[in-house]
């Protein structure tokens, strides 16, 4: 019976047939940063890092430092918790947690700050999913233990029962985080990237929380779904679950031994797209990419996605990019590694066009591959 019980996916699924379409999404993205432009007069005794918008945090000068916020929500994810937890009895909602930090503080990250302080969003669809005393006390421990792992406070948030608006018996999580950038030599927002450039790739746990959408429609067109077991022996939902790695305490480490990145790239949405996320016009040139996790490979094969959907959708196993002086790239793959994350020196910066060009995987994005900025 378990020989029988295979997918019977065949066709194409991308991104868009999965239900998150960026070519309908980011032109909003593009009109609210043309809004947003026009509030900055409303900044009394303070002025904006007028390049900090269209970058991952917006950052204000405060005099004696620059101060970095961000909001962020964790997506689709705790979508495939409940049907896990029925399967293997864990609740999944401290790593959920821990997804839901690593959405914001890997975003605040790229500007070069420390991130001092988080804001929790929970949004039940009634006040009855805050009743499950197990997973509300792991969704609590797991929040409290990412904190502690990127030594952020947690000040406080909201916890709002929505019913019409969130779905019955689900919740939607969401956290706001600010930091420091102090001193200002840290900002990181591009101006230093140059020819020559190392760029060090950091490894990604798994799916992270990007593309789930695609995750989940691929489990829903699977004989078995979320009990497939991948390539790494697992059930495909466990293996979907792994959180997201934090990575404040390498751009921490690095800058404690002297290395400031000459700019950072979260990849999240957009996949490896989000590497040529800078807006001046520089090749990145790839001629070693990570061991893509199982899972991804799974879903690449179920979803019939070529390498230019896949690495377009995907980390495919890079969660987090630093260009660094070219002198420096050993040492940044070294302290990485003694932060206990895994990284390897892919690539380097030349000069021309702006495109993303992966050799081993032979996969090339120019800018008309994506569109984040006003």
Same mark, same amino acid.
């Given at each position: 019976?378990?020989?029988?019980?295979? &997918?019977? *996916?065949?066709?194409?699924?991308?991104?868009?047939?999965?239900? @998150?379409?960026?070519?309908?999404?980011?032109?909003?993205?593009?009109?609210?940063?043309?809004?947003?432009?026009?509030?900055?007069?409303?900044?009394?005794?303070?002025?904006?890092?007028?390049?900090?918008?269209?970058?991952?945090?917006?950052?204000?000068?405060?005099?004696?430092?620059?101060?970095?916020?961000?909001?962020?929500?964790?997506?689709?994810?705790?979508?495939?918790?409940?049907?896990?937890?029925?399967?293997?009895?864990? !609740?999944?909602?401290?790593?959920?947690?821990?997804?839901?930090?690593?959405?914001?503080?890997?975003?605040?990250?790229?500007?070069?700050?420390?991130?001092?302080? @988080?804001?929790?969003?929970?949004?039940?669809?009634?006040?009855?999913?805050?009743?499950?005393?197990?997973?509300?006390?792991?969704?609590?421990?797991?929040?409290?233990?990412?904190?502690?792992?990127?030594?952020?406070?947690?000040?406080?948030?909201?916890?709002?029962?929505?019913?019409?608006?969130?779905?019955?018996? *689900? /919740?939607?999580? %969401?956290?706001?985080?600010?930091?420091?950038?102090?001193?200002?030599?840290?900002? !990181?927002?591009?101006?230093?990237?140059?020819?020559?450039?190392?760029? @060090?790739?950091?490894?990604?746990?798994?799916?992270? %929380?990007?593309?789930? &959408?695609?995750?989940?429609?691929?489990?829903?067109?699977?004989?078995?779904?979320?009990?497939?077991?991948?390539?790494?022996?697992?059930?495909?939902?466990?293996?979907?679950?792994?959180?997201? /790695?934090?990575?404040?305490?390498? *751009?921490?480490?690095?800058?404690?031994?002297?290395?400031?990145?000459?700019?950072?790239?979260?990849?999240?949405?957009?996949?490896?797209?989000?590497?040529?996320?800078?807006?001046?016009?520089?090749?990145?040139?790839? *001629?070693?990419?990570?061991? @893509?996790?199982?899972?991804?490979?799974?879903?690449?094969?179920?979803?019939?996605?070529?390498?230019?959907?896949?690495?377009?959708?995907?980390?495919?196993?890079?969660?987090?990019?630093?260009?660094?002086?070219? &002198?420096?790239?050993?040492?940044?793959?070294?302290?990485?590694?003694?932060?206990?994350?895994? %990284?390897?020196?892919?690539? !380097?910066?030349?000069?021309?066009?702006?495109?993303?060009?992966?050799?081993?995987?032979?996969?090339?994005? !120019?800018?008309?591959?994506?569109?984040?900025?006003?």
């Amino acid at each position: 019976m378990a020989a029988e019980r295979r &997918s019977v *996916t065949k066709k194409t699924i991308d991104y868009a047939a999965a239900g @998150v379409d960026y070519d309908k999404i980011d032109p909003l993205k593009i009109a609210a940063q043309r809004a947003a432009l026009s509030t900055a007069g409303n900044l009394k005794g303070f002025s904006e890092i007028a390049a900090s918008r269209g970058e991952s945090a917006y950052v204000v000068d405060m005099g004696d430092f620059l101060l970095a916020s961000i909001t962020e929500c964790l997506g689709t994810k705790v979508l495939i918790a409940d049907p896990m937890r029925a399967e293997t009895g864990k !609740t999944y909602f401290d790593a959920l947690a821990q997804d839901t930090l690593a959405m914001a503080v890997n975003d605040i990250i790229t500007v070069g700050a420390t991130p001092i302080s @988080v804001h929790a969003y929970w949004a039940a669809g009634s006040s009855e999913w805050f009743n499950d005393k197990q997973r509300a006390n792991d969704l609590v421990n797991g929040w409290k233990a990412a904190c502690d792992t990127c030594g952020v406070v947690w000040g406080g948030g909201e916890t709002p029962s929505l019913g019409g608006v969130v779905m019955p018996g *689900t /919740i939607d999580l %969401a956290a706001s985080c600010v930091g420091v950038v102090r001193p200002k030599e840290r900002l !990181t927002l591009g101006d230093k990237l140059k020819p020559g450039d190392a760029i @060090v790739l950091l490894a990604s746990s798994g799916i992270h %929380a990007n593309g789930v &959408s695609l995750a989940r429609k691929v489990a829903a067109d699977s004989c078995d779904g979320y009990q497939t077991i991948v390539g790494d022996g697992r059930m495909f939902g466990e293996a979907l679950l792994d959180p997201t /790695i934090l990575y404040s305490p390498v *751009t921490e480490a690095l800058y404690a031994a002297g290395i400031i990145p000459h700019y950072t790239v979260n990849v999240t949405g957009h996949g490896w797209r989000k590497i040529m996320r800078y807006p001046g016009a520089f090749t990145y040139e790839f *001629t070693e990419v990570p061991p @893509v996790p199982a899972v991804l490979k799974y879903i690449q094969h179920e979803a019939n996605m070529d390498n230019t959907d896949a690495y377009g959708t995907f980390n495919m196993g890079a969660g987090f990019a630093l260009f660094v002086d070219a &002198s420096d790239a050993a040492k940044t793959v070294a302290i990485a590694e003694k932060a206990g994350v895994a %990284a390897i020196i892919a690539g !380097t910066v030349r000069e021309g066009p702006k495109s993303v060009v992966i050799k081993p995987v032979d996969v090339t994005f !120019t800018a008309a591959d994506m569109h984040l900025r006003a």
